[in-house]
């Protein structure tokens, strides 16, 4: 059992050295969850996601996370490939055990920082409700439109396979000081519930 918990303790160390302090990211996000409103002890944080701009440094990340997590699924998502690792021991996250980690490979955009970079959340979607219909409860019911600190990007990633729809709401602050743009996303269904619509 301590051989366990040294091991997790080591892989900790290793994601932290690689994607950066996860209490830090975790306040970023909590800084963007109270602007907007949003109180996500009432919503389950679905998994967390890492940036960075080499494909090597994916590589090596990949790697890095199949010494303490298994590879859930690895898709094309528009034109490169998304993985996501269940890790063996979860992480706390903003009150929540989050077990999954989202690692997609670079395209073309360049971040000023690398590692740590978003959360998915899920606000679910009712019965009947169209994606048009999800995004404008999200909008109501959150401080999100018109709101001057907060930067808006509405999308619908398109995934081969996918049965459900999977409209994103992803909120970042629209003054970034601090050189990297943390996001707080917003989906109507789980990464598992996605996956299981695929089979």
């Not at 959360?119 to 048009?132: A, D, K, R, T, Y």
């Amino acid at each position: 059992m301590d051989k366990i918990v040294a091991g997790n303790a080591k892989f900790f160390e290793k994601m932290t050295a690689c994607f950066g302090d996860l209490s830090q990211f975790e306040q970023k996000i909590q800084q963007i969850a109270e602007i907007a409103g949003i109180d996500l002890s009432h919503y389950e944080i679905d998994h967390l996601a890492v940036r960075m701009n080499k494909i090597e440094t994916a590589e090596q990340w990949r790697a890095l996370l199949l010494e303490g997590s298994t590879l859930l699924k690895e898709s094309e998502v528009n034109g490169r490939p998304i993985g996501l690792f269940t890790l063996t021991q979860a992480v706390k996250f903003c009150g929540q055990n989050v077990k999954i980690i989202e690692l997609p490979f670079p395209k073309d955009k360049i971040y000023p920082q690398e590692g740590w970079e978003h959360i998915e959340v899920v606000f679910p979607i009712l019965g009947g409700e169209s994606s048009e219909q999800w995004v404008e409860r999200v909008l109501s019911c959150f401080n999100l439109s018109d709101n001057p600190e907060l930067k808006l990007k509405i999308s619908q990633p398109k995934v081969e396979g996918e049965r459900l729809p999977n409209p994103s709401i992803a909120i970042t602050l629209s003054d970034v000081t601090f050189g990297h743009s943390y996001c707080l996303k917003l989906h109507p269904y789980d990464i598992k519930s996605i996956i299981m619509s695929e089979m």
